[in-house]
């Protein structure tokens, strides 16, 4: 079975910096793209990026180019968003996805507040 | 602003047959498979149709999909009041090198 496990939520306050991971089991991580997909509070979704399975080709929505960073470590099953210079636009519920959403995590709240 | 357009919401009676249909262009639809998503109230999303009209397994054949041009079209019959959740689209967009969903629609059952 599939798992996606997201961790690394919380309160930041804006100009902050957060790591989001995602545990994933149940495939062969190394063989699929991954993304990182949000949802702020009552709105739809958007994705944020993607990750090719070798790490050699990265996507970026504009809202978030140059200050975030997606990673993946193979080795460990492992997907990550680091997510510098937060702004309160980026609050919302960040779920990592497998390929273009085949599997979905359950979510990490990320708010940016002062 | 998204570049997919779904309609607000939907609704209509149990055992009834709706559509949501799906906008956009040649750089997205037009040129790229598209997928539909279920999210269920307070749940992570769940994919539907992948392809443009590819099932999971374990996806009733209630729920179909298909496509023509630079639009695309859910359909799902045999209506439950388990089908009360938001829908949305979704393709990669050649022009902006970035994955795209539609605005999303709600599903009601009267």
């Known amino acids: 079975e599939v798992q996606l496990v997201e961790s690394g939520g919380g309160l930041v306050q804006p100009g902050g910096s957060l790591r989001l991971s995602c545990a994933a089991s149940?495939?062969?991580?190394?063989?699929?793209?991954m993304s990182w997909v949000r949802q702020a509070p009552g709105k739809g979704l958007e994705w944020v990026a993607n990750?090719?399975?070798?790490?050699?080709?990265?996507y970026y929505v504009d809202s978030v180019k140059g200050r975030f960073t997606i990673s993946r470590d193979n080795a460990k099953n492992s997907l990550y968003l680091q997510m510098n210079s937060l702004r309160a636009e980026d609050t919302a519920l960040y779920y990592c996805?497998?390929?273009?959403?085949?599997?979905w995590g359950q979510g990490t709240l990320v708010t940016v507040s002062s | 602003q998204s570049v997919l357009t779904q309609p607000p919401s939907v609704s209509a009676a149990p055992g009834q047959r709706v559509t949501i249909s799906c906008s956009g262009s040649?750089?997205?639809?037009?040129?790229?498979?598209v997928s539909w998503y279920q999210q269920l109230p307070q749940t992570a999303p769940k994919l539907l149709v992948y392809?443009?009209?590819k099932r999971p397994s374990g996806i009733p054949d209630r729920f179909s999909g298909s496509k023509s041009g630079t639009s695309v079209t859910l359909g799902i019959t045999g209506l439950q009041t388990g089908d009360e959740a938001d829908y949305y689209c979704?393709?990669?967009?050649?022009?902006?090198?970035?994955?795209?969903f539609g605005t999303g629609t709600k599903i009601t059952v009267l």
């Open positions: 990750i090719k399975p070798d790490g050699s080709a990265k």
């Open positions: 392809d443009n009209n």
């Open positions: 996805v497998k390929r273009v959403g085949d599997n």
């Open positions: 149940g495939f062969t991580f190394s063989a699929y793209w």
């Open positions: 040649s750089s997205n639809i037009g040129n790229n498979n």
């Open positions: 979704g393709t990669w967009d050649s022009s902006l090198s970035a994955f795209v």
